[in-house]
């Protein structure tokens, strides 16, 4: 699955919000008993929140499930990653409602900014979103020389666009 696209969405009263026909489309087919797409939701880092098609969930947490839960690095992410982890299936408008213990944790009010990620979708508040993306593009051409261009010899970026 390799989902795309950025979608500023509203939020109702009640927590729901509507996910963008294109980002479904990307999905496929709906899987839920219903007819509705199946989802779990829970915290992110930087204060998002993580919306897992309910498929990629049960691979990615057939991983963190492996890990040692004796180890005490791996009990503190094992904690952070089932932390108000939910289930969630849209209705027939194609919302999801969010839980409130959720949206608080990502400053979540009337807005949020969808954006894909491979496959999965992290829900940012629009502000956190636009303080994120105003970091600079310098620690991000720094960053990308670092993690995919090899360092400071750039061993190895001509790589990244070959099919």
Do not use: H
Request: proline share 4%; aromatic share 10%; hydrophobic share 40%.
């Amino acid at each position: 699955m390799k989902l795309l696209g950025e979608y500023p969405v509203s939020i109702d009263n009640k927590g729901r919000l509507r996910l963008p026909t294109a980002l479904l489309r990307q999905l496929g087919e709906p899987t839920g008993e219903e007819g509705g797409y199946e989802f779990v939701v829970n915290r992110g880092f930087e204060g998002t929140l993580w919306l897992y098609p309910k498929a990629v969930w049960e691979v990615f947490s057939d991983r963190v499930n492996r890990l040692n839960r004796f180890n005490e690095r791996n009990r503190k992410l094992i904690r952070f990653f089932y932390s108000g982890a939910t289930a969630l299936t849209t209705d027939s408008a194609d919302r999801i409602l969010l839980p409130k213990m959720l949206m608080d944790y990502a400053g979540l009010t009337d807005e949020a900014i969808l954006v894909s990620i491979r496959n999965y979708i992290e829900i940012w508040s629009p502000e956190r979103y636009t303080a994120m993306l105003s970091q600079g593009t310098d620690d991000i051409t720094d960053l990308a020389n670092d993690v995919l261009g090899g360092g400071e010899e750039g061993v190895g970026a001509e790589d990244l666009f070959l099919p």
